[in-house]
């Protein structure tokens, strides 16, 4: 049955930035669909919360608290699975994120930091896992980019500058690692998670973001999850290097920052 190629029976995984929001939810997926699954962020109490999801879904977790901007502990990831669970199938880095700022305020630190925490980290657990999934005969990476890596919006520089580079990353990854590793990307719209709660809680915010949504709604982590399952599962055997848009349809960004004219 088709449905069989979506499955990750028996596979190992491991998940960055896995407390909550996206992360978490493509943890829970991963499982659902049969695998076993490493989960990092830096607050243990969220990792045992969606630990126990992925044992309730018969599944083994293993949860590993860690301040993920340090690299050191991003890479000991893989070494994790491997001890853990015997090896290492599938990679989802997650883990990013940068705050927005005004051109004038993004500092020279600042932009290296937003690089650092999106595409570096994504290089250190993709780097040390790519030896223990050649021992399994391959394995599938998966990035979590933005929509802001390929539409342009005031106050973005160093987020979009630094999610365009993960998704190039991953077009270049993928062809440093074909034909046994498949590297893909999701550019993520508006989701619905912590880090969109400060502007979705707000209905008038909400509406008009929903409004310049071509799919009239703000998306839910579980639509990320559903890509992440996809991409990293036989379903896309034949997909890799490409970034895969999961926006509602979005052609610029639907949170205007209001930063004025300099």
Same mark, same amino acid.
């Given at each position: ?7 990750l ?17 493509s ?10 699954v ?47 669970f ?39 657990l ?93 998306g839910?982590?579980?639509? #990320? ?13 034949? #997909? ?23």
């Amino acid at each position: 049955m088709i449905l069989d190629r979506f499955l990750l029976t028996d596979r190992v995984a491991v998940v960055t930035g896995a407390g909550r929001g996206i992360g978490a939810a493509s943890a829970i997926a991963l499982a659902e669909a049969g695998a076993d699954v490493v989960v990092s962020s830096r607050t243990a109490s969220q990792l045992d919360e969606v630990a126990a999801r992925i044992t309730a879904a018969g599944r083994r977790a293993l949860v590993v608290p860690a301040d993920l901007s340090d690299l050191d502990n991003v890479g000991a990831l893989a070494t994790a699975a491997h001890r853990e669970f015997g090896g290492l199938d599938v990679v989802v880095n997650n883990v990013g994120g940068t705050i927005p700022n005004a051109f004038l305020d993004t500092t020279t630190d600042y932009l290296e930091e937003a690089f650092r925490f999106n595409v570096a980290t994504a290089h250190a657990l993709a780097r040390a896992a790519v030896p223990l999934m050649l021992e399994r005969g391959g394995g599938t990476i998966v990035n979590i980019s933005s929509i802001m890596g390929r539409v342009s919006g005031r106050g973005y520089l160093a987020y979009g500058a630094a999610k365009a580079a993960l998704a190039h990353y991953t077009r270049l990854a993928a062809r440093d690692l074909a034909p046994r590793i498949r590297v893909n990307a999701i550019a993520v719209g508006s989701v619905s998670t912590s880090a969109l709660e400060f502007v979705v809680s707000n209905d008038e915010i909400r509406s008009a973001m929903e409004d310049a949504t071509p799919l009239q709604a703000i998306g839910e982590a579980e639509d #990320v999850a559903a890509a992440v399952i996809y991409l990293a599962s036989p379903a896309s055997a034949y #997909v890799t290097g490409k970034v895969l848009e999961v926006d509602g349809g979005l052609e610029q960004p639907n949170l205007d920052l209001g930063l004025p004219d300099l």
